[in-house]
């Protein structure tokens, strides 16, 4: 009897670990993308995609914004069957490329005939070996923000999309003071010093990081101005560049486009009720006004996916221009351009009407943050290393850049 | 060939005997397998996988690559040119290692000393059980609150650096932005959360010290400093062997107290094994690397148990 009651126990047991997997509705389509329910893009795609094909749902699997990267790659190893991922970073998507987690897409734009055009070559970034992995619908520029109130406070004129950055650091410092900070920097790398890869020759993956002392200078000059908060408060202190700015007392802020949409839901929802506007960021001597850096967001086909077909059928909708112009109506940038699309952009209620604004839209040149690049991951932990200890004044800008150098010639020794 | 072969009574001893182990093991069963599931297999996996290269995707794209993996994370190749200096002051594992130890080396004695100086304190004292309770319980609290609220005091206008500047420190940054402070940040963090802890286990030793050893003690005319040095603390000697051993172990397993605070910064000046073998695992996405170091690790930690074990059994015997 004891024997029995062991024997029952185990396989109990056994049989829990195996546990068995629900049915799946096929009309049900799985995309996994972070910040679900707080971005109002990914509420207006699937509420619009839904619309137009009745009968299919899209199920978002939320996964924690700061963890994405990570998160995603071990649901992929870990044998996850979700249709559609959605692709933050650039090099996730070669890296999932090289895992063999990203269907190659070739095939069905040729079934479906689908245009590509409207990417104006973007796409070319998700392409391994000429082969498509995934179809980009958001493509993210950084442009400069600025709280008009402060400006017309001090009787200074608003910043123009022609300017370069000293022109900026010199505004910046003329409107600091009464507790009120000229301009921001979020702690990223990105924010302080990618701007170098707008003149399209450099790029963050070149080994060669003499291009970045100019900003850490730069950055330095206005930290030491009070013209911006500290790196080290603002990193000690866990404060988001958003909340910063809200708080009305930053005149000047450069960061992504994506930051547009959340500040017309600010001012809706009454989180801050300043007017604000975007100009184009400044750019160093000898670079074209209007040149950028940004990135790319879009969505890949799971591999393991039983779905592939209904998948492309969304991602390709996702990318092409209706999905854009869902995209595109709640104020965040589609990677497909067409003059539709652009109408819908300069048109989302709470958008910014000066021309100043409506000019910023078009960027001349938008250079990659990051390369597609050998060792990228390695480059980036070193470098954003030696920036933290840059930013945090550990050491001078000179020697952090040598570090970085030496640090990256070694990976490739 | 001189054995006999059973007779009827003890053969049928050895199959109630038989019987009875199953037993025993089916009952052991359910708690093997789930540490066979969810530890051993892992593991195994993990000494296996330090040996190949794998990027995470199907396990056919595991490559062998022999010990090449601890050659890269050892950088063998530069520090055969440079020395040692270089390892632990260029090299990620190197640093890695520093830290660890040196957060180790600290965190352990503070800790020892503060748990037993409060288990001496509120032994018997009026009260005692609402102050045990007050220093017991940052370890129960949310070690995520605990680290920001601490990141908060540790600001550069905050609570701490205002109080030691009134005492005549020049000392005016945030602690976790800055390389030199931001390892004792996290040294005063867990030394402070664990302290309730192992204050607990002393309290309990302390009443195990015989009262009639204390009493002789103050008949031959030893004070209180005496007694403790020479009565209390040789009978806890037991307690704080096994204290500090695990300890140690626990503390060369830090993580998360570092991902909340400084993230391994600023620069490297906080990076620990762990977040070295996470860094490698699941930014980078180099299982194999990332397996390499976790067996430096367990070869540390397992030496440090083997010590335990081993002098377990003398305490014992004692």
């Known amino acids: 009897m004891k024997k029995l009651l062991a024997l029952l126990l185990s396989g109990i047991l056994l049989l829990s670990c195996v546990g068995f997997a629900a049915a799946e509705d096929n009309k049900t389509l799985t995309v996994v993308t972070w910040d679900a329910t707080t971005t109002p893009y990914l509420i207006a795609q699937k509420e619009a995609y839904e619309a137009s094909h009745p009968g299919v749902t899209i199920e978002y699997v939320d996964v924690a914004s700061q963890d994405y990267a990570i998160k995603t790659t071990t649901m992929l190893s870990g044998g996850d069957k979700s249709d559609v991922f959605m692709v933050k970073e650039l090099d996730d998507i070669i890296k999932w490329q090289a895992q063999g987690f990203a269907e190659p897409l070739n095939a069905y734009v040729e079934k479906t005939g689908y245009d590509l055009s409207g990417f104006v070559g973007t796409e070319k970034n998700y392409c391994v070996e000429d082969e498509l992995y995934a179809v980009p619908f958001r493509s993210d520029f950084w442009v400069l923000y600025y709280n008009k109130d402060l400006f017309d406070a001090a009787g200074v004129a608003y910043p123009t999309n022609d300017m370069t950055w000293d022109e900026y650091a010199d505004l910046a410092i003329k409107l600091t003071g009464d507790g009120n900070y000229g301009t921001h920097y979020h702690t990223w790398l990105s924010a302080v010093v990618n701007w170098t890869v707008a003149d399209g020759v450099n790029t963050l993956a070149d080994r060669n990081y003499d291009d970045l002392l100019y900003f850490y200078q730069l950055y330095q000059k206005l930290e030491d101005a009070g013209a911006c908060m500290a790196y080290s408060e603002l990193k000690a202190a866990g404060l988001h560049y958003s909340a910063a700015f809200a708080n009305g007392n930053i005149a000047m802020l450069p960061m992504g486009y994506w930051y547009v949409s959340t500040l017309i839901n600010y001012n809706k929802e009454g989180t801050c009720n300043f007017n604000w506007g975007i100009a184009a960021v400044p750019h160093a001597e000898g670079v074209k006004a209007g040149s950028s850096f940004g990135n790319l967001t879009g969505a890949m086909i799971n591999a393991k996916s039983e779905n592939k077909d209904l998948a492309w059928d969304y991602i390709s909708w996702l990318g092409g221009e209706e999905g854009a112009a869902a995209t595109a109506s709640v104020g965040a940038r589609p990677a497909y351009v067409s003059e539709k699309v652009a109408a819908a952009m300069s048109s989302v209620e709470g958008f910014p009407t000066d021309e100043t604004s409506k000019g910023a839209l078009i960027p001349a040149f938008v250079g990659m943050e990051w390369p597609v690049a050998e060792k990228v991951a390695d480059i980036k932990t070193i470098v954003n290393e030696e920036h933290s200890m840059i930013m945090a004044r550990e050491i001078s800008p000179e020697e952090g850049i040598q570090e970085m150098n030496e640090r990256v010639a070694e990976l490739f020794e | ?318």
């Open chain 2, 1 to 318: 060939m001189t054995a006999k072969s059973p007779s009827g009574p003890r053969l049928k001893a050895s199959r109630l005997e038989r019987k009875n182990t199953l037993i025993a093991y089916s009952f052991l069963a359910p708690n093997f397998l789930g540490f066979a599931i969810f530890t051993l297999l892992p593991v195994l996996f993990a000494i296996a996988l330090s040996l190949f290269e794998w990027n995470g995707g199907d396990i056919s794209r595991l490559k062998f690559v022999g010990l090449q993996n601890y050659a890269v994370i050892f950088n063998t190749k530069k520090v055969a040119q440079n020395g040692l200096e270089y390892f632990f002051n260029r090299v990620d594992l190197g640093i890695a290692l520093k830290n660890t130890v040196f957060y180790t080396a600290v965190t352990v004695p503070l800790t020892i000393l503060s748990a037993l100086a409060l288990a001496m304190l509120l032994n018997k004292i009026k009260g005692a059980v609402a102050f045990r309770t007050i220093f017991f319980f940052p370890y129960v609290a949310s070690m995520v609150a605990i680290c920001v609220c601490w990141s908060f005091m540790l600001m550069k206008d905050g609570p701490i650096n205002q109080f030691l500047m009134a005492l005549g420190s020049t000392f005016n940054k945030s602690w976790t932005a800055d390389s030199g402070m931001a390892i004792w940040s996290i040294i005063l963090v867990s030394v402070w959360r664990n302290m309730g802890y192992y204050m607990v286990i002393y309290l309990a030793a302390l009443q195990g010290v015989p009262r009639e050893l204390l009493e002789a003690a103050t008949v031959d005319g030893a004070g209180k400093w005496k007694q403790f040095l020479h009565v209390t603390l040789p009978q806890l000697r037991p307690t704080t062997f096994f204290v500090s051993i695990m300890m140690i172990i626990s503390c060369f397993k830090i993580y998360d107290v570092v991902a909340i605070m400084t993230d391994g910064g600023p620069g490297r000046s906080t990076k620990m094994l762990v977040t070295y073998i996470y860094e490698e695992a699941f930014t980078k996405v180099r299982y194999g690397q990332a397996s390499a170091i976790s067996m430096i690790l367990l070869v540390i930690v397992l030496v440090i148990t083997v010590i335990q074990f081993r002098s377990e059994k003398k305490f014992s015997n004692d």
